[in-house]
């Protein structure tokens, strides 16, 4: 079974800087994408940065290009975003999801809050 586990949200001022992390298990191969995406209240959920495995390419939102860091600790089967510069728009539910062919599969969400 495929588990992901979020984890390192919490409540940051503008300009601050935090790290979410996603923990993976289940998957016994690395031809996979790890993808966060995040939900604020009132607003679609959105995908933010994504990582490969298999070769490491990334990607960001335009919304965070620049401020973001995606990466990733094979030992550790974990996926980091690193957040830096955040604003008050950047609040929302983080969710990371692991995605490998037609298939996907979801951690829970970690708070995120931005605000003085």
């Known amino acids: 079974e495929v588990q992901l586990q979020a984890s390192g949200g919490g409540l940051v001022q503008p300009g601050g800087s935090l790290s979410v992390s996603c923990a993976v298990s289940?998957?016994?191969?690395?031809?996979?994408?790890i993808v966060w995406f995040r939900q604020a209240p009132g607003k679609e959920r959105e995908g933010v940065s994504c990582i490969s495995k298999s070769d490491r390419s990334t990607y960001y939102a335009d919304s965070v290009k620049g401020r973001f860091t995606i990466s990733t600790d094979d030992a550790k089967n974990t996926v980091y975003l690193q957040m830096n510069s955040l604003k008050p728009e950047d609040t929302a539910v983080y969710y990371c999801n692991a995605q490998w062919g037609r298939f996907s599969s979801w951690g829970q969400g970690t708070q995120v809050t931005v605000s003085s």
């Open positions: 289940g998957l016994s191969f690395e031809d996979y994408a």
